[in-house]
């Protein structure tokens, strides 16, 4: 899936995005993961890869 970075929140040791992708469900927003030394900036394109480990399902 490739997307663009619309918001990034920085943690202890990682950094949350919120990332705008067309073809994903819920308004086209997936929430990703990545490290503190290469996360992308806002407005940057960013290509995700799904890790079955780490995906939580949320509602019905």
Do not use: Q
Request: proline share 8%; glycine share 12%.
């Amino acid at each position: 899936m490739v997307g663009t970075v619309r918001e990034r929140v920085h943690r202890h040791d990682h950094v949350r995005l919120t990332v705008t992708v067309p073809e994903a469900p819920e308004a086209g927003r997936v929430e990703a993961v990545a490290g503190t030394a290469d996360a992308p900036g806002v407005g940057e394109a960013v290509r995700l890869t799904i890790d079955p480990d780490g995906i939580a399902v949320v509602g019905p």
